[in-house]
């Protein structure tokens, strides 16, 4: 075996798991990303519904807020990053 071979393919193995468990990560993290929007969004309905029902101001108007991860709030290198804030309301 050639000089350095085992260090280069323990690194690509440590490299190969990295990545790996990044995956996993996002995927959970998107997951609860979507339960904590699910979550609040029926929080800021309930809350703009007794609001009206008490003649007071709603918490929200428009769309529901949606949370992402900077990788999806961005459009991931799709060229959308100066639109960041297009889901939240101002």
Do not use: C, W, Y
Request: no cysteine; proline share 3%.
């Amino acid at each position: 075996m050639p000089a350095g071979t085992e260090f280069r393919l323990g690194a690509f193995t440590e490299l190969v798991a990295t990545a790996i468990a990044n995956a996993e990560a996002r995927k959970e993290l998107e997951t609860n990303l979507q339960q904590f929007n699910a979550f609040l969004n029926t929080e800021v309905a309930g809350f703009n519904k007794k609001a009206s029902e008490h003649g007071s101001s709603t918490l929200f108007a428009g769309d529901p807020v949606q949370i992402k991860t900077g990788a999806a709030a961005a459009g991931a290198g799709t060229g959308d990053e100066d639109e960041l804030d297009q889901d939240v309301p101002q």
